[in-house]
């Protein structure tokens, strides 16, 4: 049994190199004062400026006084925004890990099994969860026969944690240095995100959802969530013709299964500012909410299959004053993945309902004026690979000295189309080897080893995102038509094959008498 207990303390935010408060506001006054921000404040009345730019473009228009502008300046160069998240937001970690192991047997058996619990707790209070099993057996049947199983299972789970320093960020950047998330009663304040309060406090008679964003709520109101399981299968056999000649065959499955889900709550900045958006006027003073009010769901499932089949000969034996080692096989492989999205929107946690929504109409933006479509977050994807090996290696040391190798393979996959020549490729190499330490002539007292090395084949790959013919990606209907659409993912490509890579190595290899120095 093993136990770790890992603690981490708050990180030192006061070490990243940043303007402080009062430099920081004087930036700001002299961009205000040549003329930087002037275009945001003409053209784009509606997008948020940081509350200094605020207070001076209020002073500038006559609403506030030079003294009162001064005062309220004033009152923001005496706080620093590291403090409250140092207070408000960071915390400290603990990691926590546990692990056992057993193992056992007798003449005729053996096996091992291997527990495994991680607990970890993050500086922004997220947290990860995984469990591990791992177990093997072994089997002796006859003397000439023995069976092999083993079993890996992980199950894990991530839950997003707090917004840190560097991730509030706003449309303009980096938030001030300046900027407070709570107020001295310790309540969530809102900050310049996207657009100005002024502009959306007033839009629709104020009758539309909160638009601020507050920092330290997000945290509550948008939550995620990734859930993990997997588990790995192997099968194997071995036989031993005799006691040169033997037989192994293996077989693995994998599964792997990956869920996600994302919240956005109603109280949440993404899901207000997605149902304000597309809000607009319906008869006389009624509004009309084209997103239903509620929470926006996303979740997402993606699935990894795999099958692996191994057969191979293993030959060992001294022939003619030498020792031949040679092994034959083949291997057949196959990965089937999938991915599937969806979201909803109007989404309830209690009754576990949602709303409906029109993706066909593309609706105005009621701050913009640009007309969108409501994303419709519903997509699916899938993959097939297969390949098929069949491979040989072989080499002879005569003399315990001089070593000769060769080996070939013939590699296929159906990333190349149908014709038969496309998806096979022939791989081979040639080597020698020569132990000049263990010659008669060899009489040097500081090498225990020195051995000279040669070799040349041709190596092959093949990219699994390419294919030989022309592949389409299928989307949803069109909303102008109500058609299915697709669009080229790839075009035809026939001078697609493996790549192949001619390579020749050569080195020498040595050892001091000691045992110290090593390298080639």
């Keep these: 049994i093993n136990t770790n207990v890992l603690l981490t303390t708050k990180p030192d935010l006061y070490k990243i190199k940043t303007l402080g408060t009062v430099d920081y506001i004087g930036f700001e006054k002299q961009l205000f004062t040549q003329g930087g921000f002037d275009d945001i ?34 009152a923001l160069g005496s706080h620093d925004v590291r403090n409250d998240f140092n207070k408000d937001v960071y915390q400290a970690g603990a990691n926590f890990q546990q692990s056992l192991s057993l193992q056992g047997g007798s003449s005729n058996m053996a096996w091992d099994l291997s ?32 069976i092999s199983t083993g079993l890996d299972y992980t199950q894990s789970e991530t839950n997003s944690g707090r917004l840190g320093y560097e991730q509030v960020r706003t449309s303009t950047g980096k938030i001030p240095i300046y900027t407070a998330l709570a107020d001295a009663s310790g309540n969530a304040l809102s900050i310049p995100y996207q657009y100005r309060t002024e502009y959306t406090d007033t839009l629709a008679g104020g009758r539309l959802l909160d638009w601020g964003y507050y920092p330290l709520k997000e945290t509550q109101e948008n939550r995620t969530k990734q859930k993990l399981q997997a588990i790995i299968l192997n099968v194997g056999a071995d036989y031993a013709f005799t006691k040169a000649l033997s037989l192994r065959l293996k077989y693995q499955y994998g599964k792997q299964v990956t869920t996600g889900e994302q919240i956005f709550s109603e109280n949440s900045y993404f899901a207000r500012n997605y149902i304000n958006s597309f809000t607009g006027y319906g008869t006389g003073v009624n509004l009309v909410y084209h997103v239903p009010k509620g929470a926006i769901i996303d979740n997402s499932v993606q699935d990894l299959e795999t099958h692996n089949l191994r057969g191979q000969f293993n030959f060992n034996k001294a022939i003619s004053k030498g020792e031949l080692n040679a092994i034959a096989g083949a291997e057949v492989r196959q990965i089937r993945g999938s ?11 209690n009754t576990l309902t949602s709303g409906r929504v029109d993706y066909t109409t593309a609706y105005p933006n009621l701050i913009t004026g640009n007309a969108d479509f409501i994303v419709d977050g519903n997509s699916f994807l899938a993959s097939l690979n297969r390949f098929v090996s069949f491979f040989a290696n072989a080499a002879y040391t005569y003399k315990n000295k001089y070593t000769i190798s060769a080996s070939g393979r013939r590699d296929a996959s159906n990333l190349f189309g149908a014709g038969t020549n496309d998806k096979w490729t022939p791989l081979w190499s040639v080597g020698a080897g020569w132990d000049i330490n263990k010659e008669k002539f060899f009489d040097a007292r500081w090498a225990s080893r020195l051995k000279l090395r040669t070799s040349y084949g041709v190596n092959g790959n093949a990219d699994p995102s390419r294919s030989s013919v022309t592949t389409l990606l299928y989307g949803s209907n069109s909303p102008y038509t109500q058609t299915p659409t697709a669009m080229i993912d790839q ?7 493996w790549e192949t890579v001619y390579t020749f190595n050569g080195g020498l290899d040595y050892e001091s008498s000691n045992g110290r120095i090593h390298g080639s």
Aim: no cysteine.
């Design 115 to 146: 527990l495994g619990y991680d607990n970890n707790t993050g500086l922004l209070n997220d947290k990860y969860k995984r469990t591990t099993v791992r177990t093997n057996q072994n089997y002796k049947i006859t003397r000439a026969f023995s």
């Design 339 to 349: 991915y599937n999205a969806g979201r909803a929107y109007g989404y309830d946690v």
């Design 491 to 497: 075009f035809k490509n026939q001078g697609l094959r």
């Design 41 to 74: 404040l003409t053209n784009y009345p509606y997008q948020a400026v940081s509350a200094v730019v605020e207070i001076l473009a209020s002073q500038r228009n006559g609403f506030l006084s030079q003294q009162e502008a001064d005062i309220k300046i004033a």
